[in-house]
């Protein structure tokens, strides 16, 4: 595949998650709603889009909870069929549980929502006593190791060096700067600032192609290579391919995400990859100059 510049997700691609972001998002639902899914139902609210900001995507999975208990007739699968139908992401879900059970039985689980506590337990599971002190500024509400700290690294540091020699190297993530912060400098990824797209820096979030075509011309590239580990990832690419015709993009599925083996393979090829690695260390014999 000939490019002239690499773009790398965060999560699934340099850094493993499953026992920290995903963990702490079935976790958030337990501890304020005392049940939850189990961890690998969160792929398919992945996979129907739009979720790529974890906050956003444990709302989604409480709000489901909380359906379920007034008659949502609906397992995970069938569930986010319908999100994905309604439009994606938390409108998506919202508008989910509103068809399926009218105004009213909608009204009650939508009171019975808690936005700000779930994301305030959230950041406490995920960043620990210290770091949530650090970053949200005050004490959390109960203290907690961090699950930020059972993240292990993906991305081998002779494939990093290899990209970052060969080519401009951007980063695009769903993470806050801060938090995005600190798995490149576990990952040893030294990205200006200019070259990164974090939660902080646009509403939009994947898969609007913005981030990734601005990544682009601030490089000044002709062609990308975009490796991410949803579908929306490749989505974005995608996107941006149809946005920006004075540039070709490249959506390339990484397989140490949440989608592994043939499915993993079969869902990347039906969302537009136009290739899929086992993981990011194999990007660089995939990649060359044109």
Known sequence: MRVDAVVLDVDGVLVDVAESYRRAVVESVDRVYGETVPRDALQPFKDAGGFNNDWELTDAVALYVLARRRGLDADVDEFTDAVAANGTGLAGARAAIR??????????????????????????LYLGTDRYRELEGGDPPFDAPGFINDEPVLADPAALDDLTERF??????????????????RVGLDVPDDRRFTMDDWDEGKPHPRALTTLAERVGAER???????LDDVRTAVNADAADPERIYYGVGVLTGGLRGREGRDKYAAAGASAVVDDVNDLPDLLERP
């Not at 401009?168 to 400098?185: H, M």
């Not at 990308?224 to 949803?230: H, L, P």
Request: aromatic share 6%; net charge negative; glycine share 6%.
């Open 168 to 185: 401009p190297v951007c980063v695009l993530t769903g993470r806050p700067a801060a938090e995005a912060d600190i798995a490149l400098d």
């Open 99 to 124: 068809d399926a059970l009218g105004d009213d039985a909608a009204d009650d689980v939508e009171s019975a929502w808690q936005p700000d506590r779930l994301r305030d337990v959230f950041q406490a």
């Open 224 to 230: 990308v290579a975009f490796a991410g580990d949803t």
